[in-house]
């Protein structure tokens, strides 16, 4: 079963780049992920936090890509961002200072729960991107879009 992840907001960074995962969110990595986050770059100025079977998961479907320049080029960008974080006795992990400088992220961070990753924001990057979503369509316009796309939610998935 996938796991699915909730969102928090206003969590501190201390100086050496360690934050907190929420108790619910350490909750849901399963064994296999070894309590462990792979941390890479994201989109939108975010970076991801796959625990680390998923990671594996996602990198073997890359890896499945055909070989083109521009797929080389993605893997490189993807994996060459890529660090290994272990959720330590205190519940916190670590971001690099080059992952940190890469998404802008300072002394407060954002945790956006996206399926079987996690976004990492700057609070203020996170907040800009809220308000544009808003502007550019409504939620309830979003939603009915993917429902329709996917055929609505199944009992059971």
């Known amino acids: 079963m996938s796991m699915l992840f909730s969102s928090f907001e206003n969590i501190s960074i201390d100086d050496k780049g360690r934050f907190s995962i929420p108790a619910s969110l350490r909750a849901a990595l399963s064994p296999e992920a070894d309590s462990s986050f792979m941390i890479v770059r994201g989109t939108e100025g975010c970076l991801f936090a796959y625990p680390k079977d998923e990671w594996i998961k996602f990198f073997r479907a890359l890896r499945r890509l055909p070989v083109t320049a521009e797929n080389t080029r993605l893997r490189r960008r993807i994996t060459g961002s890529l660090k290994e974080t272990k959720v330590d006795g205190q519940g916190r ?6 992952l940190k400088t890469l998404a802008g992220i300072g002394n407060e961070i954002v945790i956006v729960g996206d399926g079987e990753k996690l976004e990492l924001w700057n609070a203020d ?16 316009t979003d939603f009915y879009r993917a429902m329709g796309e996917i055929g609505g939610l199944a009992d059971g998935e």
């Open 125 to 140: 990057t996170w907040r800009a991107r809220k308000a544009k979503d808003e502007e550019s369509a409504t939620y309830e």
């Open 93 to 98: 992990v670590t971001l690099t200072a080059d």
